[in-house]
């Protein structure tokens, strides 16, 4: 078969990502600092798969150090992770911050950068503060969006001398939506109204922790940025019929606009809240809020993209004695025939990356973005392994490679993508999942010790990285 190179540009990032809460573990961690993920796991343990929960997790909090020595050996440009709020303050109200934890995020930072390694830092990836969730209701509140950026400042003033990639949230909606959406994730409330207004106060959040991040200057002192890293679900209708476009143009309303349109332009779209309004479900909002949003957009996004959503318009009618819920206007639809990852139950179609790029270049004014997370969760993949213990994940390295290729294709195009982080670094625990799907570039033994072992797709990496070419066949694009 015949071959084409495609070369990947020298400053084209090519790293990998976890989060604190995935790889930490609980050593250290005081009796009042757990997140709304602890108190999920400590409420609901069994819906973990095999008990598997945050309580260990890969224990990166002792074993950074040989994990950065592995992150160094692949090549990774960037390595980006969060930090835990729940654990960073001993009282959240006074901001008072855990010089213990503190010191481990110093030393981690350090130790990426003496390594070569760019850290790139997100300030909450579902690590809120479960006594901030017991005792307000989460980012129900206003009060909480006041207390993260006191939380962001400190943050800000211990480690902005050296990080230099800043992200308010890691997919702001996808915890309310779990929750009070589809109520399918401790502590099961349907509540559609609340799950507007958490979204909405997240938006906030982020505006004004960037406004802060703007008045205190560090752009001017140090050259960096602030942005969100958000999960766009790349939205395709069933058929060219107007009812199925309408359907997907309205699906996309709910889950991706309402993020990207505040984040990025910096107001909502009009339709919004006319929807909201029909379906007494609006955000509570006032006028100087919705102008902060307006004057503090980010300097840049990260998406985190999968696979695509297919939907079409409702062929069942709606249950009026039920909550209002945004599939009141449509219903997923599964292509016949697509490829499937039969272990996620999820499609896998790279061309994604090709039309999200294109849609930031188009509908977004071409703000920079990269990649913030594309991976594949296999089950059970010691199966795979080799005579030495290496797993084989050539699936791992299929998937990772039709992703980049058209992902590369679109920054031909002039899409502003500046990088590709792949999710995970090592294998770790996942909401419920646990470590039933493996992501990870490293394998986690569990039987042994969580000992570390790279898998052949790191030593593709490793190569992919070095090299900055990627071998495609002819007729990908076709």
Known sequence: MDFDIMKIPRNFILGAAASAWQTEGWAGKKTKQDSYLDLWY????????????PAIATDFYHR?????VLMKEIGLTHYRTSINWSRFLLDYESVIVDEEYADYTDQVINELLKNGIEPMICLEHYELPGELFETYGG???KHVVDLFVKYSEKVF???GDRVKNWFTFNEPIVVQTRVYLDAIRYPFEQNTKKWMQWNF????????VVQLFNQKGYKERYGSKIGVILNPEVTYARSSAKHDIEAARIYDLFFNRIFLDPSIKGEYPPELFELMEKHDI???STENELQIIKENTVDYVGLNLYFPYRVKARTTAWNDSTPFHPAYYYEMFDLPGRKMNPYRGWEIYPRIMFDMAMRMKEDYGNIEWFIAENGMGVENEFRFKNDEGIIQDDYRIEFISDH???LLKAVERGSNCTGFMLWAFTDNVSPMNAYKNRYGLVEINLEENRNRKMKKSAYWYMNLIENRELQIHKDVFR
């Open 64 to 68: 950074f150090k040989e994990d950065i």
């Open 157 to 159: 003033e211990r480690y």
């Open 42 to 53: 400590k409420n609901n343990k069994h819906v973990w798969h095999n008990g598997y929960g």
């Open 282 to 284: 609006s955000f509570d």
């Open 201 to 208: 106060n997240k938006a906030l959040a982020t505006a004004k």
């Open 139 to 141: 980012w129900g509140s």
């Open 404 to 406: 980049l290729k058209w």
